[in-house]
């Protein structure tokens, strides 16, 4: 299933301003109060503030009010993923890979450990069945097979490693960019 961001006339009329896409990217980074805002981009508070009520209005930036004297501005779903629209695959994707390796690795030392598999015990009676002359210990033995396990870990760390790589890569890209 394909993500899609579906941008209206509004939101494109909103991004066409490269003082609120700065402060889209500066948001990215964590949300921050009006004032901050003013003073990073040097403008007058009262600018910065026409400039959020466009992104609101676009459905792109979000006031928060936690009941305390600061208000502070951050990004909705939206301005997220206008922002980084692949990001969300990647997080499905690292969490898969992390549930594989766990997975595995449990499998893993049920085989070698407790010398049964939930996994691959089914696996073993077939192969006993298959192989009809070979006892059926020898059979179950031979199902098992220790090295896809170990494949299975390999595989999937790299991707977990990929993913995670990814996101810190990223991360760091927006600290260099910015503050």
């Known amino acids: 299933m394909e993500d899609k961001i579906t941008l209206d006339r509004e939101t494109f009329k909103t991004l066409a301003s490269d003082t609120r896409v700065g ?13 901050e805002l003013s003073k990073e981009f040097g403008m007058s508070p009262s600018t910065i503030k026409e400039h959020l009520d466009n992104l609101s209005r676009a459905d792109l930036v979000v006031q928060k009010d936690d009941g305390h004297k600061w208000k502070y501005y951050e990004l909705t779903r939206k301005g997220k993923d206008v ?5 969300t695959k990647i997080w499905v994707v690292l969490v898969l890979s992390a549930f594989a390796i766990l997975l ?8 070698t ?13 077939m192969m006993g069945e ?41 991360k760091r890209f927006y600290a260099f960019q910015g503050e």
Not at 83 to 87: A, I, S
Not at 104 to 111: A, E, G, L, R
Not at 138 to 158: C, D, E, K, N, R
């Open 23 to 35: 402060i889209l990217k500066s948001l990215a980074r964590r949300r921050k109060m009006l004032t």
């Open 83 to 87: 922002l980084n629209p692949g990001e």
């Open 104 to 111: 595995t690795s449990y499998d893993f030392i049920q085989t």
């Open 113 to 125: 450990v407790y010398k049964s598999s939930p996994l691959m015990t089914r696996a073993g009676d």
């Open 130 to 170: 298959v192989a009809g002359t070979l006892p059926p210990e020898v059979g179950a033995q031979t199902a098992y097979l220790p090295y896809w396990h170990v494949i299975g870990l390999v595989i999937f760390s790299i991707i977990l490693g990929l993913s995670l790589g990814y996101i810190l890569a990223k």
